[in-house]
């Protein structure tokens, strides 16, 4: 083979290395993750199988919360305004965790109905503000930005 | 969590990397305009 | 001549644009520097902290101007690209291919802040959402786009070739962009859009300061870059014995 026909080769062979990791990166994306997270209403109506790992997504209702007296044990209660979803998880909770936060929670359904989460994720939003404007603006009535969309 | 090793890791890494990429053009030129004056150099004393 | 013409003219030809870039390139290196130390000390002194992120809204300063740039580095690569196999202008061709290396390193200086600000924030370093996996996908096609230039040996063939993956690659950018729309993400939505911004004017300006100090950055380097590659390129021509 002449170096120049190799070189093409070479050139073509990237091509198709490059495009089909690009591509399976996407598909493999597209398909797990076209949605990212699964709403609890999706739950409620799609009666995911029990043990089947998924990501539930929503906002953590306000006064769920409950922590266990000892060890890092926490119970609340995931919600989309329309559904709820149980949550038990036993780990550290990032730091934007809080009432009202949009959060995702990775784990699988207990049969019982209540989702054990693995691992929480906390979901920011695109409002950026000082501590001080955010207290002025819950002051004056507005939703908090923490709301979510 | 404290936040400033995330922070100093990222600007201290952003640095590295803007670095790198304005660096590494002056470097070659400085060599590739060496190896050419010295090749002119070569070529003129031969004539 | 008319004088657009003649600069267009004029820029197409390399012992021009090497001389013309070479008195260019120091005063774009000012401008970044200026905007730099203004954008630093506004976003590491004067902003505040967030309500939420706390101090770690800082690493916003580098990332999404960085993001910004990843994705329009890439956009005037196709350009770039088109003009270059349209009118064969052969400075535009080592434009293009020396835009490449910049916006590869844009990328991976925002994706790497991304994951520093995700792991504080979010609770985790990495999720494949559509977002972070788009933005992964820039990365490899700006590899893509230099292995393919560098398996040719003739320069003027292989910026074609490469100009073409920049052309198809360019399909990401958008995807890029409406990913946060399109699909549930856990990166959040655009805080700058047509609607106005969510960001508070007091981190707001640091960021846009960091974004124009960004583009002078890649001003300089392109160009610095671009007159490498000429030199390279024309080193037996007479312009290039006569600069010696």
Known sequence: ?149 | MSHTPFILASYLISAAVLLWAALSPMFSQRALLKQLKNRQAHMEKEQ | MNRFILFFHNTGSPPWFYRFSGKLIPWLWLGFAVLTVIGLYMGLFLAPPDYQQGESVRIMYLHVPAAWLSMMIFGLMAIMGFIALVWRIRVMEVLMISSAPIGAAFTVIALITGSLWGRPTWGTYWVWDARLTSELVLLFLYFGVIALYNAYDEPRKAARAASLMAIVGVVNLPIIHYSVLWWNTLHQGSSIGTSGSGIHPSMLWPLLIMAIASKFFYGANLLSRARLQLLKQDHRKRWVRELL
Do not use: C
């Open chain 1, 1 to 149: 083979m002449t170096p120049t026909r190799k070189r093409r080769l070479i050139a073509v062979l990237v091509i198709i290395v490059g495009v089909g990791a690009a591509a399976t990166v996407a598909i493999k994306s597209l398909n797990e993750n076209m949605l990212f997270f699964v709403s609890p209403t999706d739950v409620e109506e799609q009666s995911l199988p029990a043990g089947k790992r998924f990501r539930l997504g929503g906002l953590v209702a306000g006064g769920s919360v409950t922590r266990d007296s000892e060890g890092l044990a926490v119970k609340f209660v995931v919600t989309d305004g329309l559904a709820s979803v149980d949550v038990i998880y036993d780990g550290i909770l990032p730091d934007l965790f809080r009432e009202g936060q949009g959060v995702i929670a990775i784990g699988e359904l207990h049969p019982d109905g209540h989702f054990n989460a693995a691992e929480v994720l906390a979901k920011h939003d695109e409002n950026y503000m000082p501590p001080e404007v955010a207290d002025a603006l819950e002051k004056a009535g507005h939703t908090n930005a923490s709301d979510g969309q």
